[in-house]
Structure formats: C-alpha cells, structure tokens
C-alpha cells in the first residue's frame, strides 16, 4: 500500500503543501517547514505529535489527507474553535475503530529510523522486541505460572517479561537504575550551578549565603517536570497501565487470600480442639454424682473387704512371716519409663504436623524451580509460534539478535537496512518511510537508503538541512 496524495494545510509551520506519493528530499535551512511535513504525516497516522502546538499559529482550523492506491482515505483536522475532525475510509466505508487499525499498517522504526540508529542500546532492543507479534495479557501469565508473578514490569515486551520473572538481580537491577538515575540528575543539577558561576566568583563573600529558597524552587520546578513528563508517558501507555494496575490487584488479592485462607484453617482447627475438650467436660460432669457415689460405695465395699482379708490374713500370716519378698522393682522400672514416655506425645504430634508442613514447603520451593524454568523455556516456544518481523532476527537472555549479532553490533548503515526490511515485512503495511534528518547519515549510507528503497518499491520522504533559505521538495 503506497500512498498517491499527501496534502497539508495550515498544520506545524506549513500554509500549504501537497505531494503525489514520489519519493522525495525536503531541503533548506531549519526553521524553514522540513520537520513539519514530517510531523504532520506522524499526525495524520498516530492522531499525536511531540510538539506544543500543531494547529499553524493564526489559523482555526488545518488538516492532513492521506490517499492510497488500495483506496484508504485518511483526513484529519486540527481545529480552534470546536472538536477534532477524522475520516478515515477503507474503499469507500468508514472504519470502525480507526486508531487500532492505523496502529496495524505501519511501524514506529518507519516513521523515524534516524531517531532510531541514534537510541541506546537498550532503547533500541525494546523498539526491535516490540516488532515481534505475540498475543499476550495477564490472563495468559497466570495460565503459565497460576499467579502473576510480583515485582515484574507488566508494561514491557513479553520476552523481556519473562527473562525479568527469572533473573537472579531484576530487583537489584532496578534499583541500580534508580541510583544511576539519581546520580545522572544531581551531576547534571552541578553542572548546571558550575556554568552559572562567573569567572571572577568570590568565594569567601558567598559562602553564608541561603541556597534554601533556590533549592525549594529548583525541586519545585523538577517536580512541575516530572509531572509534565508522567503525563505524556501516561497517554502513551494508558493500555500498559491499566495491565500494571491490574496485575498490582491481582498480586494483593492472592496475597489476601492465601493470609486469610492461613488464619481459617488455624482458626478452625483452634475451634476443633476446644469443642471436643468442652464435649469432653460436659460427659465428664453428668458423670460426677454418680462417680462419687460408687467411689463411697467402693471404698465402704473395699474397707470391708480388707478387714475381713485383715482378719483372714491374720489367720495365715503365719504362713509368710518368713517368706521372701516379692521383687516389684522392675515393673516400677517400666511403670515410670512409661510415665515418661507418655510426657512426649504432645510433642511427637507436633513433630509429625511440622513434617508435614515442611513437606509443603518443600512443595511450594520445587513449585517456584518449575515457575523459574518454565520462564526460561517460554521464550524458546513464543519464538515458534510468533510473527517476527524481519528474516535472521532471533532471541537470547531477552536481547535480540540479527543474523546471530546484537543490535549494538551492527553499523549504521545495517541498522537503516534493518528499518527498511521492518517497514517491508508487511505487503498490507503502508510502504513509506520517513527520513528526518538525513543529513545526520553519512552521504555513503544516505545514498544506500535512498537506492535501497527505490530498489523495493518502498517510497520515502526525507528532509535535509542545506543553506538555502527556501524550503524546496526535490523528487527522486
């Protein structure tokens, strides 16, 4: 899908401006417009722009078309005075939920490959990791690991989800980046105060001087920033958010649960015991009177008894005046080794309810070992199933590689060719690329780019800055 018709008007710095779907170089001094075609196509397909003001200053009203040789119709405009106007038509019929399906025709390393060869490492990592189409959400983690596993950035790629499930340092890793962070705001905050300091500075004269109010209204300020900041990463992220928020509910209700669960079976097992205790002294009561009675009658029946023995012994005593003694010494032995060992019951129970709980621990241990390989199997059996979107990209310890080479590893010139392959992947995708900057390439790897696409049939539209004062569109 190309596009045949690209028209601006009173949109960034523009008043008005059209191309036919050539590939073009937009050249002239800053200042002059370049940017804004550019801006004003990211308009048109993410209903967003990085800057302050989109509608040209003095106008109420600018718009952004977009036509295609497959008939989709995309018209925008930015007004002043009354809601945004869009109309997107695929052959003719309106599209129902415009934004998810302009989301699906392109890529984000199309609309910037420059800004893309220019990130770090890691930033360049999750734009390549996120080209890989995998259908995901909290549903599906808690079908692999029957929870969702806590302390985890819900928000990323899920390759990268998963190598942070079963990293040994992720919480140490976070925190080292919080520190770093830290530290890269106070140096900059110094080298801030240090180019502020004039050449002929007097120490001893500023040295009881109150830095408190200009501190209060610096972190004043850093706080405006960071708010101002945490807005625009929030409209970027609303879906991700939500899926953290969500995971965060999901990580306490178990927690809950599993305390509450915890203090029930304590709780029941407590009530258990001291009802078959009271059961117990209640039959034990009924039975006391009567008891007492037969104790009396026993012990009368028994007195008697042991007289009339009494008087009968007496008459054979005689007979075992000079017997031996019976020796009972080792049944009272085994008597009180009895007694002792009787002692230890209770403590024997408890040693036997403490097996048991270890068993569960011991099961709850080995059940974590299962959760930490599967996470590192998982990654292997998305990449069978997964979209990935350009040829030779595969994943190791959640880092992408190209042909076997990290990104890092691959020269400016490789990583172009890699946006192009990316924006190619697709025959449905819109087959444009967006060059801002082209001047940032070196003339050898802008000349490849610019042969590279017209080789593929991929139109590009790129910008220049040169010294003519004028803003011209050179075609290709």
């Known amino acids: 899908m190309k596009t045949t018709k690209i028209k601006i008007r009173n949109l960034f710095g523009i008043t008005e401006t059209e191309l036919d779907g050539k590939n073009v170089e937009v050249t002239g001094k800053n200042g002059v417009g370049k940017t804004s075609i550019i801006d004003a196509i990211k308009y048109a397909l993410t209903n967003d722009s990085e800057r302050d003001y989109i509608l040209k200053k003095g106008e109420t009203e600018g718009e952004i078309l977009i036509e295609t040789d497959t008939g989709l119709y995309i018209d925008r405009k930015k007004r002043a005075n009354q809601a945004d106007y869009k109309s997107i038509k695929d052959g003719g019929k309106v599209v129902s939920s415009p934004e998810a399906m302009l989301k699906t025709i392109f890529t984000p390393l199309q609309l910037d490959p420059v800004k893309f060869i220019q990130l770090s490492k890691k930033e360049q990592n999750r734009a390549i990791l996120d080209l890989i189409e995998f ?17 985890v950035n819900y928000e990323q790629n899920i390759l990268q989800v998963l190598n942070d499930i079963q990293a040994e340092n992720g919480h140490y890793f976070q925190t ?3 520190i770093n962070r830290e530290l890269r705001n106070k140096k900059a905050f110094v080298e801030e105060i240090a180019g502020t300091i004039p ?13 408190g109010d200009t501190y209060k209204r610096i972190e004043k300020a850093k706080e405006i920033n960071s708010r101002i900041e945490r807005a625009k990463i ?18 306490q209700v178990s927690s809950e649960r599993e305390k509450i669960a915890n203090e029930r079976e304590e709780l029941s097992s407590s009530i258990e015991r001291m009802k078959a205790e009271i059961k117990a002294a209640e039959d034990k009561l009924t039975t006391l009177d009567g008891k007492l009675t037969d104790k009396i009658e026993l012990a009368e029946s028994a007195y008697r008894e042991k007289v ?14 000079n017997k031996e003694k019976v020796d009972t010494s080792a049944d009272e032995e085994e008597v009180k080794t009895a007694e ?4 230890h019951l209770n403590e024997f129970y408890r040693m036997k309810r403490l097996q048991e709980e270890c068993e569960k621990l011991a099961d709850e241990s080995n059940g974590y070992t299962e959760k930490i390989e599967l996470a590192r199997e ?58 801002d900057g082209a001047e940032k390439l070196s003339d050898d790897n802008r000349a490849k780019l610019y042969e ?21 569109v050179n075609y290709l």
């Open 176 to 178: 080292r980046q919080d």
């Open 452 to 472: 590279k696409c017209k080789a593929s049939g991929l139109q590009f539209i790129a910008t220049k800055t040169t010294n003519s004062d004028d803003m011209e």
């Open 308 to 321: 009339a023995k009494l008087d009968s012994d007496m008459q054979v005593a005689d007979e075992y005046i």
């Open 378 to 435: 998982l990654p292997g059996k998305i990449l069978e199933t997964a979209t990935i979107p350009v040829e030779g990209l595969t994943v190791e310890d959640g880092v992408p590689l190209i042909n076997g080479l990290p990104i890092s590893n691959l020269s400016e010139g490789e990583k172009l060719n890699l946006c192009v392959d990316v924006a190619l992947s697709k025959p449905n995708n819109l087959q444009i690329i967006l060059i």
């Open 340 to 343: 002792e060992m009787k002692k």
């Open 199 to 211: 050449s002929n500075y007097e120490a001893e004269k500023w040295e009881n001087y109150d830095l």
């Open 234 to 251: 929030f409209k970027d992220s609303y879906d991700n958010k939500v899926r953290g928020y969500e995971a965060e509910k999901e990580i």
């Open 135 to 151: 259908d995901w959400d909290l549903n599906w983690i808690k079908e692999q690991f029957g929870e969702i596993p806590p302390d």
